[in-house]
């Protein structure tokens, strides 16, 4: 994935991302349905928020279903090869175990959003 070009921030706005994937608005809609492997952030306004993993995860996308053309099932396998967490994915086996890859993701996720409530409260 061509993750050079992204630029060096936490979050993005839904312009931005459509721009930096060359995409339309309800492809991101679409896709965001269909992978379950990003979910911008919703704030009061109604404007979406995505990570930047969200945005890597979607240059991923675009690379595999267009670029690529492999089907659905695929590009649902390689999100999990790639990224591990999908939304719909079920639980390993022993999930009790602590990952700290994940704590760390969920955390910076934790970061982001911090940021963007800490954008708003300047409003």
């Not at 965001?32 to 404007?47: C, L, M, R, T």
């Amino acid at each position: 994935m061509s993750e050079s070009h992204i630029p060096d921030k936490l979050t993005f706005r839904r312009k931005e991302v459509m721009q930096l994937a060359k995409l339309d608005g309800r492809v991101l809609d679409y896709w965001e349905k269909e992978f379950q492997a990003f979910a911008p952030v919703v704030n009061q306004s109604g404007e979406k928020f995505y990570s930047r993993r969200d945005v890597e995860v979607i240059l991923a996308v675009k690379q595999w279903l267009i670029k690529e053309k492999r089907d659905k099932n695929e590009i649902k396998d390689l999100l999990l090869q790639h990224f591990g967490d999908l939304a719909g994915a079920a639980p390993a086996a022993g999930g009790d175990a602590v990952d700290p890859e994940k704590l760390r993701r969920i955390r910076r996720g934790l970061d982001e959003i911090l940021t963007l409530l800490a954008k708003d409260d300047k409003k």
